[in-house]
């Protein structure tokens, strides 16, 4: 192969990806939003030739890689069985000149296949084109570092401002230690009882449904405590779960009413082991707001009938007692203090657009209090646009949304291991 045919490959290699950045740029004129959802819909076809030429053209690129790849190998045989003969020491270099513009060609089309994908996820919904029922699309370059947070329906203690899509089931499953993770065991050693998670587990697992675009309903079960006194001379015990029912309307959205506004009512039904149970009435207004790569959340949480489920905590700052609904202590008496109230504060911070650090807390502002402080959880996601992937350290191992809000077993220690997973269908 001569050395202008392979200067003519490579111009006709930066030629295509030339005329495919120049056409995805006309394609991508500046559109009000939202848009019809005819104009979605040919957005969406037009995205997707683009990152179809775009892959063409990274092949392409790749092809004349891997022939400067086998043409250098050639030279520097050569150089090899001429003792450094001066012409094919030029050519080498020349060649290695090629070869490292070839290069970076090939890194800029796997930037720009990257980003074309990522696009086409957001324009998506990351399910594939949908046509008209693409909400909205967004323009190139305007994919804001929040994005992915925007649509986490729920976090780690409290419910967040994200409805679920029309149409999409949601699933999450949320797994917590009971047991202190840096203190588990006799010994101290918190891989002894592999950071709290061999024993004492709370789980949790949540699903929902998308009714509109602003409206979803969401269901979750989780353990509850294992062991109560269900009479008053203490001889019978029992165990119950928690069930929770909520409904969620988002009122205000960021894109045209400078926040994020929900609202969310509900209940909590305490089922216990005999076919009895209570219920309870879950009430959430919560709100958010982004900022660069902030994303930063606050409201009001209520219900009208709160349980705790203490930790094991160390001897010298133990869980405070909280009686479960009609639980009785040896001759005491059910604890009347049901209700609680808490302020919810929320802050995530983008790494990059598919990474977050997260912080959650709920200040218990009336009714039943632990008196540790705010239940708190911090900690780090992988969030794509149907996944999310949580791994947080907490000062409570409670599930259902009720018992988040009473407070911590342990004031400001964040010393429980936990994780959840959680998938749009």
Known sequence: MSKNTTTVRILYAIALLTGSLQFIANAQEPAALPVAAGEQSDYVARLEAALKNAKNELGAVRAQAAEQSSRIAQLEQALKDKDANMTPAVAAASSGADAAKLEQELKSSKGRISELEEQLFVATDGKGVKAQEVAEVLPEGTYPWTENMKRMPIGVLFPKTSTIPKGDVYARFSHTSQNQTFTSGTNG??????????????????????????????????????????????????????????????????????????????????????????????????????????????????????????????????????????????????????????????????????????GEAAFPVDGYDTGKGPSMAAGWRYNTHTHAYSIFLSNTANGSFNSTFTGGYTRDKLDLFGFDISIFF
């Open 189 to 358: 050693d918190p891989f002894d009882d592999m950071l709290g998670l061999e024993s004492g587990v709370k789980v949790g697992i949540l699903f929902g449904y998308g009714i509109t675009k602003n409206w979803d309903v969401t269901v979750q079960r989780t353990n509850g405590r294992h062991q109560y006194t269900k009479n008053i001379d203490g001889t019978e015990s029992g165990s119950y779960d928690l069930w929770d029912f909520m409904t969620k309307v988002k009122l205000l959205n960021e894109t045209n009413q400078f926040i994020d506004l929900s609202t969310s009512v509900g209940g909590t039904y305490f089922w216990q082991d005999a076919g009895e149970g209570l219920w309870a009435g879950n009430v959430a207004l919560m709100a958010e707001k982004s900022f660069w790569r902030f994303r930063a959340g606050s409201g009001l949480l209520y219900t009208s009938l709160s349980t705790f489920e203490h930790a094991t905590s160390d001897q010298n700052d133990g869980a405070p007692n909280k009686n479960y609904p009609r639980e009785f202590y040896g001759s005491g008496n059910p604890d009347e203090s049901n209700h609680t109230m808490a302020i919810p504060v929320s802050l995530s911070f983008a790494l990059t657009k598919s990474q977050q650090l997260f």
